[in-house]
């Protein structure tokens, strides 16, 4: 009896311990904060690293505001400081965009980089259809280039002085309309204008303008045209012949997950053994090759995008010297904010950051890639 007593008691005792009834219940555990990765782009990177912008999107919306605030250190005028926006008619010069980011990047340390001066498209109506002698034209090149530049003097850092000058298949100067159906390859009215040597002229009225900024030659396909980066490079000996005031080359970089690796790192050195500061100035990188419409972006082609992010990163901290590592620059933000989807119309993701301003795969890749 004694014993069964002792058994009941212990059974007891056993169950009311399981529901922790014997003493007194355990606090219940602290909440596990979540994680905060607050490692940036901007923390890790030995370099500038950027992004081209819109100005109504850095006024209006806070979550791209605090993209650039958080990740970035230098910021591109995307479409702000070109013709139809700074200079919308032949005596008028609209300041406030580029005013409105010169006061953001100065109050939040980042570095403004002007983009361009001088290009091909992008010309206002009123301009293509202006009507002078060729000393009427080199005057509103010249009052352009120095009115914008003197500007934004000790506000910008630098310019893409002018942009994209050189035919993509042979190399030659854009001068002439091609008649290429895909209006990208198209003859320039400042070449038929001002003659061939427009680009010099260009460089040396920025640099009596303002002789502390940094002037930058900006153009794309140099890793699939080495025909263009070797004129790109016969411009630079020129100018070093001439005492020409150049600072640097942007390599644009709109790529894609295909693009061949060689064609990338022969860019990268080519351009590195001039001796200038090198940008990778407008990055993006589609995943849709085809611009297939119904395309998926999955997570095979997120992680092939990320491979590439990372490749290029890594490449350009191996190929181009530290001194000469002027930055890379994204061509925007997020995925819904690029020109590929806005002005190109192509279903695509080529960016960092998703249409939801979360992080994609190639952010953790670049970011990886920036701090080894
Ligand atoms: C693009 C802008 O991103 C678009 O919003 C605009 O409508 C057209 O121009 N190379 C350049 C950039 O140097 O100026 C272009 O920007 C993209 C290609």
């Known amino acids: 009896m004694k014993m069964k007593n002792n058994l009941s008691a212990l059974l007891l005792a056993f169950v009311l311990n399981s529901y922790g009834c014997s003493k007194k219940a355990d606090p219940p555990p602290a909440p596990v904060p979540p994680v905060q990765d607050t490692t940036t782009l901007k923390g890790v ?20 505001r605090n993209i650039l605030l958080q990740q970035e250190s230098s910021i591109t005028t995307e479409n702000t400081l070109k013709w139809p926006s700074v200079h919308p008619s032949e005596n008028v010069f609209d300041f406030s965009g580029g005013d409105y980011i010169a006061s953001f990047c100065s109050s939040n340390h980042k570095r403004m980089h002007g983009h361009c001066l001088v290009w091909y498209q992008s010309n206002p109506a009123w301009l293509n259809n202006f009507s002078g002698d060729s000393l009427a034209w080199e005057n509103l090149f010249k009052t352009h280039i120095q009115t914008v530049v003197s500007h934004y003097k000790g506000e910008a850092t630098s310019w893409d002085v002018v942009n994209e000058a050189f035919h993509d298949e042979d190399g030659s100067l854009r001068v002439n309309d091609k008649n290429t159906s895909d209006n990208f390859d198209d003859g320039c009215i400042w070449a038929r204008h001002l003659g061939r040597d427009y680009i010099a002229r ?24 080495d025909k263009k980066t070797d004129s790109i ?12 005031s150049i600072n640097g080359l942007g390599i644009q970089m709109h790529t894609n997950i295909n693009q061949s690796k060689d064609g990338i790192i022969n860019a990268f050195k080519k351009l590195a053994a001039t001796g200038l500061l090198i940008h990778i100035s407008e990055l993006d990188i589609s995943v849709n090759t085809s611009n ?11 992680q092939q995008q990320a491979n590439t992010y990372a490749f290029i990163a890594t490449q350009y901290k191996l190929l181009v010297p530290p001194a000469q590592q002027y930055g890379i620059t994204t061509w925007n933000v997020t995925d819904k ?11 695509d993701w080529p960016l960092l950051f998703n ?17 080894q």
Do not use: C
Not at 45 to 64: E, K, R, W
């Open 355 to 371: 249409d939801s301003y979360a992080r994609k795969p190639a952010f953790y890749s670049y970011r990886t890639a920036l701090m």
């Open 202 to 225: 260009a460089f040396i009225y920025a640099h009596q303008a303002d002789s502390s900024a940094l002037l930058f030659y900006n153009d794309y396909g140099q890793e699939w045209s």
């Open 337 to 347: 904010d690029s020109w590929i989807r806005t002005y190109l119309n192509h279903n």
């Open 45 to 64: 990177s030995p370099f500038f690293v950027g992004a081209a912008i819109d100005v109504s999107l850095l006024q209006n919306n806070t979550l791209y």
């Open 292 to 302: 297939d419409p119904l395309l998926v972006f999955t997570g095979a082609l997120a």
């Open 233 to 244: 490079i016969a411009m630079v000996n020129d100018f070093k012949a001439r005492h020409i």
